[in-house]
C-alpha cells in the first residue's frame, strides 16, 4: 500500500525566512513524487515532480529514498507563497493513480 | 485553454437525498478523475476513467456511489441515497492520457463542495 504523511498541518514563517514543508512516504517500489499547490480561491495545480528536477517559484524539493522523504523547501519566503501544500505519490501500475498526503497550510507573515 | 468546469459549485442536502455532480474536462483529455476531500484531509480517489472505460474504481462505495462517462467526455458523479459523512469537496480532473510517458499532468475543476445535513 502507498501512504503520503505531511506531520505538519500549519506552519507560519516571516518573509524572508526558509521554510520547509515535510513530506514522508511509504511504498514499497520506486514511486515519482509530487508536490500540489492550492492558493486562496483557486484551483489544486502542480507545483513541481521530483524527475523534474525543476525549481519553480523558487521551491526545491529532494527525493531521499533511504529516509522516504520529499521536503519541500524555498531559501526566502515570500508572502504569495502562502497556500495549501499537499505532498503526493504515483506508484506503478497501469493506472497510476495519486495518492496526497493531508496537507500543510503555510502562512509567510509580514 | 478552457480548465476542467464543474457545476453545481455548492450543494446542500439532506441525509438519504440524492445528488448529482457534473463535470467538463480539457478537451482532448482521455483520462477523468473524480476526487473525494474531506475537510482536513487531502483528495482521495474515488474513480478513474480512460475515455469511456473504467480504469480504477477500488476506493468507490458502489452501494451508494455510481459514475458514468458515457461518451468519453463529461462525466457524472452520484451519490443516492448521501449519508452525512459524504459531506466533502468533490473534485474532477483529468490529463491527456497518454500512454506514452511515465506521468500525465492531472489539471483540476474548482470542486463542489456538498453539505448533507
Known amino acids: 500500500a502507498q501512504r503520503v504523511t505531511q506531520p505538519e498541518k500549519l506552519l507560519s514563517v516571516f518573509k524572508g525566512a526558509p521554510v520547509e514543508l515535510k513530506c514522508n512516504y511509504s511504498?514499497?517500489?520506486?514511486?515519482?513524487l509530487f508536490w500540489y499547490v492550492q492558493y486562496s480561491r483557486q484551483r489544486l495545480q502542480l507545483l513541481l515532480r521530483?524527475?523534474s528536477r525543476e525549481s519553480i517559484k523558487g521551491f526545491t524539493a529532494d527525493l531521499n529514498k533511504g529516509e522516504t522523504s520529499f521536503h519541500l523547501k524555498k531559501p526566502f519566503a515570500q508572502e504569495e507563497d502562502s497556500a495549501m501544500y499537499y505532498c503526493?505519490?504515483?506508484?506503478?501500475?497501469?493506472?497510476?493513480?495519486?495518492?496526497f498526503g493531508s496537507g500543510t497550510q503555510l502562512t509567510v507573515l509580514p | 485553454e478552457a480548465g476542467v468546469a464543474q457545476s453545481p459549485r455548492y450543494k446542500i442536502i439532506e441525509k438519504r437525498q440524492s445528488v448529482a455532480f457534473w463535470c467538463n474536462p480539457i478537451?482532448?483529455?482521455?483520462?477523468l478523475y473524480w476526487y473525494q476531500q474531506i475537510l482536513g484531509q487531502g483528495p482521495k480517489l474515488l474513480i478513474q476513467?480512460?475515455?469511456?472505460?473504467?480504469?480504477?474504481d477500488s476506493q468507490l462505495p458502489k452501494d451508494r456511489f455510481s459514475a458514468e462517462r458515457l461518451k468519453g467526455v463529461d462525466s457524472t458523479l452520484k451519490i443516492q441515497p448521501a449519508k452525512l459523512e459524504d459531506s466533502a469537496v468533490y473534485l474532477c480532473?483529468?490529463?491527456?492520457?497518454?500512454?506514452?510517458?511515465?506521468?500525465?499532468?492531472?489539471?483540476f475543476g474548482p470542486g463542489t463542495r456538498l453539505t448533507v445535513l
Open positions: 503526493a505519490l504515483s506508484g506503478a501500475g497501469s493506472a497510476r493513480q495519486l495518492t
Open positions: 476513467f480512460q475515455n469511456n472505460g473504467v480504469v480504477d
Open positions: 480532473a483529468s490529463s491527456l492520457g497518454r500512454t506514452s510517458v511515465s506521468y500525465n499532468e492531472q489539471f
Open positions: 511504498y514499497s517500489g520506486s514511486p515519482e
Open positions: 478537451s482532448g483529455h482521455a483520462t
Open positions: 521530483h524527475i
